[in-house]
């Protein structure tokens, strides 16, 4: 099949740069305002079929249809939307899934229900909102598993102690979860390493979902004001996740 599915997601009000970046998830959308849905490549796609299979509680949107080459909904929860998309050239089909999304008033924003690493590859980086060097990092890891909700933190250099609240999937619940963690570079980086004074387990709500949270208190006495750190988290029965960027002011 020449045409591919590979969701498109506009929200025409709130537009991406460059505006609807092809197969990219989005988790910048604001609420009320229409969000259009369609296909990247539609060459020889002679059938569309799209669903909304998760929306946040609470939220009563729908798709302006199932079958058109373009459809829209409109946002009226703060939370994820997954959509998924269906192509047919007649002879052989495709599938695609993709967040849209809307942070709550925190800037948190909460997994759907069945959403996957490439469905919620976001608008300018390479996997789960990393970035070119996270991706890197990533491929490294044996099974990063995490879909963290918290995208970047800043942290003052020479501070001793931030407590970072961390919501995903895939986090531990207690310390025994915990094999080993870590900070690594992501980038050229001038001063130390950050390091973990310790872990507190609570769950986070949002958006309709109940998830695992951490408390991550994170000592960033050494580090150097420019630089950007991964912080890697091994987890019993999970793998190694990358679970946060932070960044030092």
């Known amino acids: 099949m020449a045409g591919s599915a590979s969701i498109r997601i506009d929200q025409p009000a709130n537009p991406t740069t460059p505006i609807g970046q092809p197969g990219r998830a989005r988790d910048d959308l604001l609420l009320g305002l229409p969000v259009t849905l369609r296909n990247s490549d539609d060459t020889d796609v002679v059938r569309w ?6 929306v946040p509680l609470g939220s009563t949107a729908t798709l302006s249809g199932t079958t058109s080459p ?44 069945g959403e996957t690493a490439s469905s919620v590859n976001w608008p300018g980086n390479n996997e789960k909102g990393w970035g070119k060097d996270g991706e890197k990092i990533l491929r490294g890891l044996a099974r990063p598993q995490l ?11 020479g501070t001793p102690s931030t407590v970072v609240p961390i919501a995903g999937l895939g986090l531990p619940t207690g310390l025994g979860q915990i094999v080993d963690n870590g900070f690594v570079p992501i980038g050229p980086v001038a001063g130390g390493s950050p390091a973990i004074n310790g872990w507190a387990f609570v769950s986070f709500t949002g958006g309709g979902k109940t998830i695992d949270g951490v408390l991550a208190d994170i000592d960033c006495t050494l580090c150097t004001a420019g630089d950007v750190w991964a ?11 990358l679970v946060l960027s932070v960044e030092i002011v």
């Open 49 to 54: 079929v799209w669903a909304l299979i998760d």
């Open 147 to 157: 879909l963290a909700a918290v995208d970047q933190q800043a942290i003052v250099a």
């Open 70 to 113: 373009q459809v829209t909904f409109t946002p009226d929860v703060a939370g994820s939307y997954l959509a998924r998309l269906m192509v047919n050239d007649g002879l052989a089909g495709q599938i695609d899934l993709k967040v849209a999304a809307v942070k709550d008033s925190l800037g948190r924003r909460y997994p759907a229900t």
């Open 231 to 241: 912080l890697i988290v091994g987890v019993v029965d999970v793998g190694d996740s």
